[in-house]
């Protein structure tokens, strides 16, 4: 769960959030009906989606009305469910509203359409949001040389809108996580500099994060590191990840005391404990923490390690599981 580990994670979820589900031309099992979907695809319900958006309820009602769009997937019980693909494109159009254009002129477009609207417009830069160019590198580390927080902010904040939760992370947090671990490695940035990166980001990621959270459900995922780790970007990336997944989470920061993790996880009944360990704590005294961790926490509740360091660890107890990557949280989650 350390940051430069973070790989990506598709916008799973179950009810409150995004759905994972087969979806068949009548109604399936899980009692939805519409188009036909051969692959598992996420479904995010109307209230997910407009706090996602900005765009509300009645708005979508009527544009579904008016022209065809969006076209979501509807349960027995009337309630709508809208493909990830839809609630992106959604974040396409209310971009071009937010610089003009009215609806009548985006919404009928297609996504291809829409996009191009949007970088002749100049709302998205040549190349975005494709993958990562070493013009978006250079303009980021501009700006943290900079301090500009306004300029960094918006480059964050464009993607995201354009790109949504899981590809944000994957192809714009991952790669520029690594771009500025290793300027920072040749001296190109110093630790002022880093540091100004991480906080800004961890702005981006909590602000993406908090919308999501109020249709978190089931038992909480807690987040935290151990104590004399000090890192706490990492768990920001992997609690957006968990919200986006349609979990509870819950980030109590870093550096605490392992008596004070195992109070907080049954306090809140948690369903997994996730620990970043940075590659700086892969020593025997964190397998140690790790061991009277696992020891401490009720049986049913899961324990996650992850971070640059958990890889590295030697002897981890039967029962605390490494998340390498956010594939491998994705995994992680379905078992909850």
Not at 65 to 71: E, K, Q, Y
Request: charged share 25%.
């Amino acid at each position: 769960m350390r940051a430069g580990k973070a790989d990506g994670l598709r916008d799973g979820v179950r009810t409150g959030g995004p759905v994972i589900g087969r979806i068949g031309l009548s109604k399936s099992k899980t009692g939805v009906s519409g188009a036909s979907i051969d692959d598992d695809r996420q479904l995010w319900p109307m209230g997910a989606v407009t706090r996602r958006t900005g765009i509300g309820e009645h708005t979508l009602r009527a544009w579904e009305r008016r022209f065809g769009f969006p076209s979501p997937h509807r349960l027995e019980s009337g309630h709508r469910l809208y493909t990830a693909d839809q609630v992106q494109q959604l974040l396409m159009i209310n971009t071009a509203l937010g610089i003009g254009y009215r609806a009548g002129d985006v919404v009928p477009l297609g996504r291809d359409e829409l996009e191009e609207l949007l970088r002749t417009s100049g709302a998205l830069d040549p190349g975005s949001p494709a993958g990562i160019t070493g013009a978006m590198i250079e303009t980021t580390l501009d700006a943290c040389r900079r301090f500009d927080r306004e300029a960094l902010a918006a480059v964050l904040t464009r993607d995201a809108s354009v790109l949504g939760v899981g590809a944000f992370l994957r192809e714009r947090v991952a790669p520029l996580l690594k771009e500025v671990g290793e300027s920072w490695v040749r001296g190109e940035l110093e630790v002022r500099h880093e540091h100004f990166f991480s906080e800004v980001l961890e702005d981006q990621l909590r602000a993406m994060r908090a919308p999501l959270e109020a249709s978190g459900t089931g038992r909480p995922v807690v987040l935290t590191t151990l104590p004399d780790e000090l890192h706490g970007l990492g768990l920001h990336i992997v609690a957006l990840a968990v919200a986006a997944a349609g979990r509870t989470v819950r980030v109590l920061g870093p550096h605490l005391p392992v008596d004070e993790i195992v109070l907080a996880a049954d306090a809140l009944d948690a369903a997994a404990v996730g620990i970043s360990i940075s590659v700086f704590g892969a020593g025997s005294q964190t397998a140690g923490e790790i061991r009277q961790l696992r020891d401490g926490l009720r049986p049913q509740t899961l324990l996650w390690v992850g971070g640059a360091g958990a890889v590295h660890l030697k002897k981890l107890p039967e029962g605390a599981d490494v998340i390498s990557s956010l594939e491998d949280l994705e995994n992680a989650l379905l078992k909850i």
